[in-house]
């Protein structure tokens, strides 16, 4: 037994927020996935998703910028520094000094909004889906679980979740990272 002092406290764990909990999100997928997707689940996970992935987006479209940008004015300040080996440069030079300042301060704003939004559809996508197969599984007759194993339910919960986690988690690097 834990001293009282070492054990966790519901006041320890992170409180989900109210739209990312199954109560909220379930309903929600229920009416978007019979009404008006008429039962298209990718389009009904994009509905879900979007909010938070498209900005995810965006924020990694600063990213991009930025991470091309450090290199450019790099080399600019390097160019001033080698043009002008023994005067002082510093009225030329500070303001790629601030630009590369800036640049880094938005690559690390951009990196972590976009990791942070784009986590946040992933979970919201992955509470939808456990939610759907754990309704689907607890209204299924003895004859619809014949042949259902309790691995193939634990693989779509567990495995298979986490791989559509994954896809959004890191979705935006099919387009940014050729760039």
Do not use: C
Not at 56 to 85: H, M
Not at 99 to 120: C, E, P, S, W
Request: glycine share 6%.
């Amino acid at each position: 037994q834990l001293p009282q002092q070492l054990q966790l406290n519901p006041s320890d764990l992170y409180a989900a927020p109210s739209l990312m909990r199954t109560s909220i999100l379930r309903p929600k997928f229920n009416t978007i996935y019979t009404s008006t997707h008429d039962g298209n689940l990718t389009k009904t996970l994009w509905e879900l998703a979007s909010p938070s992935f498209l900005p995810a987006g965006f924020a990694q479209l600063i990213t991009v910028i930025a991470q091309v940008a450090v290199p450019i004015f790099v080399w600019q300040l390097l160019r001033i520094l080698e043009a002008n080996p023994s005067s002082n440069v510093f009225a030329e030079a500070i303001p790629y000094v601030f630009l590369i300042l800036l640049a880094d301060v938005a690559n690390a704003y951009g990196t972590h909004r976009q990791r942070f939004l784009a986590m946040k559809s992933g979970v919201t996508i992955r509470i939808a889906i456990i939610g759907a197969i754990y309704e689907r599984v607890l209204r299924l007759t003895p004859g619809g679980r014949r042949g259902l194993t309790t691995g193939a339910v634990t693989n779509l919960f567990a495995i298979d979740t986490q791989k559509i986690f994954e896809v959004t988690a890191e979705g935006h690097l099919l387009w940014s990272a050729p760039l």
